[in-house]
């Protein structure tokens, strides 16, 4: 796509991308003035016309489940501006302007630079037509000025709901069973409402109808695409994904919604010293074929259900790295009750290790014969809210440590123990929770950081059994999201440090 894609439609006084494009060149660009200092008229700019990005510097600002920054922190102010920068980078791309790949992997980031031999993740300024195609493909849904205003919009306010005060203002405005901590489902409440829409969000009040429409259609799913791969969510999270209307499938509504994840991502990151994101192939091209994967899953087959969903996605690369058990596999996989309960769990846990445990057959034993909660659990078939472990990915693979072959499953047997005992410890918190199916989210991030300040120290899946007895789980008031409280050190991680 090119300058006249981007031009045909006429554009309000003001609603332009392009001046915003032009005020970063201005500041000297990501190499000679790479901070907020430097880029001070344009940060300016922004401020002045979308008020939302106020709701980021005041109060408190939850980063993630029952962890808050500290009061009038500017973490999720610039980590948002990152993102914006993540867009403004694909629109100049779609320019044919150098500009934009400049944005996103030019400058002083180590390993991760444009001149820098790539790191653990290839950084895609040395990948060029690869991130070209890829901002070539976003542009494709957008025709007009006006539809890259939409989407700018849509990140300016994307973040919103992690505001404590947002929140409250919208849980005050709801009955209390319909009350909730989760950033993603305050923000559909708001765009649901004309006058919290008008009083918290502005600039979205202005887009025209069936533009607000479409990013109330995207929030109202609380769907994470990034959770999806690694097996971290919780089944009822496709629930508002399936009774998505079909016709946001194809006009691009999904799409939009979707790569908001990905600028999101890369723009994490994103500090006051260091305003630009980066661009790294897994995010920017893995996420992006996941995203077309789930699409046309739910385009070829709309009445699908939640776990055959889920099992079907994750399927495909279960296949690709376990060929030798996927035929003994897709044999136990012709039982539709295999499928939706120790099937999938199969799947999941081999995910939330990427699929680089080696010893599929023995987690499908485990699980078929000693772990049948953990199954219920992960299969979201439990009484009462589905409980996604937030972190999850790096407990189970960082966990299992080095011994990934794990010939004897011994590793795996405790690992999957630790975790049992995870959801067990969150299962008891939530007994008078309120009733309804939702996602409970427990950050499992403190068990992450003590393998993580072990290192080589650490001794695998024992040693995670070992961290997480007489740990216990703190709750919001709403018993929607908790933390892990680890209650004693374990024996390994006292020897460590």
């Known amino acids: 796509m090119g300058n006249a894609s981007c031009s045909n439609a006429p554009v309000e006084p003001g609603k332009k991308v392009k001046p915003l494009v032009e005020l970063l060149k201005a500041a000297g660009g990501v190499v000679k003035s790479p901070d907020a200092v430097a880029n001070k008229d344009f940060l300016k700019e922004l401020d002045d016309t979308f008020p939302e990005l106020a709701i980021y510097k005041q109060g408190r600002i939850q980063t993630s489940p029952g962890v808050e920054e500290i009061a009038d922190s500017p973490t999720e102010y610039y980590r948002t501006v990152g993102a914006i920068i993540a867009l403004l980078s694909c629109?100049?791309?779609?320019?044919?302007?150098?500009?934009?790949?400049?944005?996103?992997?030019?400058?002083?980031?180590?390993?991760?630079?444009?001149?820098?031999?790539?790191?653990?993740?290839?950084?895609?300024?040395?990948?060029?037509?690869?991130?070209?195609?890829?901002?070539?493909?976003?542009?494709?849904?957008?025709?007009?000025?006006?539809?890259?205003?939409?989407?700018?919009?849509?990140?300016?306010?994307?973040?919103?709901?992690?505001?404590?005060g947002f929140r409250k203002v919208v849980n005050d405005s709801l009955p209390f069973d319909m009350r909730s901590d989760d950033h993603d489902r305050a923000l559909a409440c708001a765009l649901s409402d004309p006058e919290l829409k008008r009083k918290l969000l502005p600039t979205v009040a202005k887009l025209s109808p069936a533009r607000q429409e479409s990013i109330l259609a995207g929030f109202g799913t609380n769907f994470q695409l990034p959770q999806l791969g690694q097996g971290e969510i919780a089944c009822i999270n496709f629930k508002g994904l399936l009774e998505l209307d079909r016709k946001h499938l194809i006009n691009g509504t999904l799409h939009y919604y979707f790569y908001h994840s990905i600028f999101d991502i890369a723009g994490a990151g994103c500090n006051e010293k260091f305003i630009f994101p980066i661009a790294i192939q897994p995010v920017y091209m893995g996420f992006t074929a996941a995203m077309d994967d789930l699409i046309q899953k739910l385009t070829d087959n709309p009445k699908i259900d939640d776990r055959t969903l889920y099992f079907n996605f994750l399927y495909t690369?279960?296949?690709?790295?376990?060929?030798?058990?996927?035929?003994?596999?897709?044999?136990?996989?012709?039982?539709?009750?295999?499928?939706?309960?120790?099937?999938?769990?199969?799947?999941?846990?081999?995910?939330?290790?990427?699929?680089?445990?080696?010893?599929?057959?023995?987690?499908?034993?485990?699980?078929?014969?000693?772990?049948?909660?953990?199954?219920?659990?992960?299969?979201?078939?439990?009484?009462?809210?589905?409980?996604?472990?937030?972190?999850?990915?790096?407990?189970?693979?960082?966990?299992?440590?080095?011994?990934?072959?794990?010939?004897?499953?011994?590793?795996?047997?405790?690992?999957?123990?630790?975790?049992?005992?995870?959801?067990?410890?969150?299962?008891?918190?939530?007994?008078?929770?309120?009733?309804?199916?939702?996602?409970?989210?427990?950050?499992?991030?403190?068990?992450?950081?003590?393998?993580?300040?072990?290192?080589?120290?650490?001794?695998?899946?024992?040693?995670?059994?070992?961290?997480?007895?007489?740990?216990?789980?703190?709750?919001?008031?709403?018993?929607?999201?908790?933390?892990?409280?680890?209650?004693?050190?374990?024996?390994?991680?006292?020897?460590?440090?």
């Open 91 to 164: 629109y100049s791309s779609a320019m044919q302007e150098e500009f934009g790949l400049e944005c996103v992997s030019a400058g002083n980031r180590g390993p991760m630079s444009m001149d820098k031999v790539p790191g653990k993740f290839i950084n895609l300024g040395n990948k060029k037509e690869d991130y070209n195609e890829f901002c070539r493909k976003f542009a494709m849904f957008m025709t007009s000025e006006d539809d890259w205003w939409s989407m700018l919009v849509f990140l300016v306010v994307h973040d919103v709901g992690k505001s404590d």
């Open 317 to 497: 690369n279960f296949k690709k790295s376990f060929p030798d058990f996927e035929v003994r596999f897709a044999t136990m996989c012709e039982s539709k009750v295999f499928c939706h309960e120790t099937g999938l769990a199969v799947l999941r846990v081999l995910a939330l290790t990427r699929n680089t445990y080696k010893n599929a057959e023995k987690v499908c034993e485990l699980l078929l014969e000693d772990h049948h909660p953990l199954v219920q659990e992960l299969a979201g078939s439990p009484v009462g809210p589905q409980i996604m472990l937030y972190y999850g990915p790096d407990l189970l693979r960082m966990g299992l440590g080095e011994d990934l072959t794990d010939v004897s499953g011994d590793n795996m047997s405790a690992a999957l123990g630790a975790i049992d005992h995870v959801y067990r410890a969150a299962r008891r918190t939530l007994i008078l929770a309120k009733s309804g199916d939702y996602q409970y989210q427990l950050n499992v991030s403190p068990i992450v950081q003590v393998i993580k300040k072990a290192g080589k120290e650490w001794k695998g899946g024992k040693q995670l059994f070992d961290t997480v007895q007489g740990m216990k789980v703190k709750n919001n008031d709403l018993n929607t999201e908790g933390i892990v409280e680890l209650r004693r050190p374990s024996v390994y991680s006292a020897q460590a440090t």
